[in-house]
């Protein structure tokens, strides 16, 4: 064979076409292969014309296609298919070639593949990809993880088919073995709280604001052109404004309220637990899905019938507008602040190196959560790399002191109004527990020693006491 492929690409489902023809149209030959032959062709028969492509029907064909060190991209199922493609290419490969996973892989399983195939020399790349089937062709953002001296080899193509911001790549080396999956299932657990604090915005300019979807759309697309800016702003205004073609009724009226989620979110809380890192809003977000979608506990309340007030149009003290803006923002700063510092812990834990800012620069663009502030976090991070939390950072200390009064306006109102609104209430919940002097933590080791002598820490002196409860007269010993 005379042309070599400088990539390959196998699993050639939406994701893997389009991130196949987004590296041909970068002028990259790129060799093909999927499990079944038929959707290879189909690919070189549609798009052929777009770029070189060089497709291959057995796996050894494909990885004598590519030139060395070979670079191929798994674009695959997360979980059991990922191995199984593992294990049909890796005995082919040589020293010093690289497996990229492309999917959304759990860290967990992207560090022991890179163990495992750095034994035999190989190069296992974890790398998040963010953007959907329109990013994967036009410009995703790219997290790669993995060995830093693959990225010399390969950084150079993500780098050209990711999106751009200023001609700047929405790409970089996140950090050694998961860091890259690590980044991408953080970036999806932010999205769902992203999507979560929307969904309460709409639902209080609607039930408390009276206001009908379509209405609320263009308030959407208002809030578009400020600081709340971004990609899931932008297309909630689209789905607001969506009217059923069958019934003539607002396309989200026709939609069962049930959220579905492939487990991304899940797993940011699940690893934020691990790491012990309060992501609140990640959570709520996903204990909101699973709410929505638990039919048979809903209908057992419905029948019940739980008592509440039902909202009404017009409740709020204040312009519910303004005001549901400000805690929209507010609580979208809390949810990134806390994703920022989950992203810092894991980073800590498994010597990542992860530089923060960057990762807030490459997902300027291309990814689901591609929003105006991202600049900001940016420009914090810059001013201060090892920041504790974004709260603290000018723009959006600013911003937060700002939103206070309607923040805590919008909370009550939709208590009094028995509307759902667990991410904005622990948004605000997670941020007065941040500034509060003391917390009731102190009652808690209290009762923690009382049960189980796990003993406290005093304000006034050094050391670890335990009090004696059992005694008549409670002594506090040193434990
Ligand atoms: C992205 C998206 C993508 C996917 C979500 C959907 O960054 O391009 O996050 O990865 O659409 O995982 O997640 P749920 O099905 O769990 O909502």
């Known amino acids: 064979m005379s042309e070599k492929a400088q990539i390959g690409v196998t699993g050639l489902a939406v994701m893997g076409r389009n991130l196949a023809r987004n590296f041909a149209r970068h002028g990259h030959t790129v060799a093909l292969h999927n499990r079944s032959y038929g959707r ?4 070189v028969e549609e798009f052929g014309h777009e770029g070189k492509f060089i497709p291959s029907e057995s796996a050894a064909d494909f990885v004598a296609s590519l030139e060395r060190p070979r670079r191929v991209v798994i674009m695959v199922k997360a979980g059991g298919p990922t191995d199984a493609v593992i294990d049909e290419f890796a005995p082919l490969l040589e020293p010093g070639d690289m497996l990229i996973d492309a999917g959304n892989a759990h860290y967990l399983d992207t560090r022991r593949r890179e163990a495992a195939l750095k034994e035999k020399g190989l190069h296992f790349v974890g790398a998040g990809v963010s953007g959907g089937e329109e990013g994967a062709l036009h410009g995703p953002s790219i997290m790669p993880g993995g060995p830093k001296e693959s990225y010399d080899a390969l950084g150079p193509l993500l780098e050209d088919i990711s999106a751009k911001v200023d001609g700047e790549p929405c790409c970089v080396h996140v950090g ?13 657990g932010i999205e769902y709280a992203d999507m979560q604090l929307i969904a309460e915005a709409y639902d209080l300019l609607r039930q ?29 205004a689209e789905v607001l404004k969506q009217v059923d073609a069958s019934s003539g009724k607002p396309f989200v009226d026709v939609v069962q309220d049930q959220a579905e989620q492939k487990g991304t979110g899940r ?21 909101a899905r699973a709410l929505s979608g638990g039919a048979d506990v809903r209908k057992a309340a419905a029948d019940a019938g739980l008592p509440g007030p039902s909202p009404s149009a017009g409740a709020h003290g204040g312009d519910l507008q303004a005001d549901v803006e400000q805690a929209l923002f507010a609580s979208k700063i809390v949810a990134y602040a806390q994703g920022f510092q989950q992203i810092q812990a894991a980073s800590k834990e498994y010597d990542w190196e992860i530089d923060p800012g960057a990762m807030a620069k490459i997902w300027r663009a291309g990814c689901i959560i591609r929003a105006k502030f991202l600049d900001y976090i940016k420009q914090a991070y ?37 509307i759902p609104a667990p991410g904005f209430a622990s948004a605000l919940a997670y941020y007065d527990g941040l500034r509060a002097k003391r917390l009731p933590a102190a009652l808690i080791q209290g009762q923690r020693d009382f049960f189980g002598a796990h003993t406290y820490r005093r304000v006034d002196k050094e050391g670890s006491f335990h009090t004696l409860w059992a005694t008549d007269d409670r002594t506090e010993v040193e434990a």
């Open 382 to 418: 810059d001013k201060q790399p090892t920041l504790s939390t974004l709260l603290v950072d000018d723009y959006f200390l600013d911003a937060v002191s700002g939103a206070q009064d309607a923040w805590r306006r919008v909370v009550a109102t939709a208590a009094q109004q028995g």
């Open 176 to 188: 050694p073995d998961g860091a890259g999956h690590f980044v991408k299932m953080v970036h999806n």
């Open 208 to 236: 408390v604001g009276g206001h009908q979807p379509a209405e609320i759309a263009e308030i959407f697309k208002g809030w578009n052109e400020g600081r709340l800016g971004s990609y899931l702003i932008e297309i909630t």
């Open 40 to 43: 290879t062709k189909e690919l």
């Open 267 to 287: 797993w940011t809380v699940q690893a934020a637990l691990d790491l012990g890192v309060p992501v609140s809003g990640i959570a709520e977000s996903v204990f």
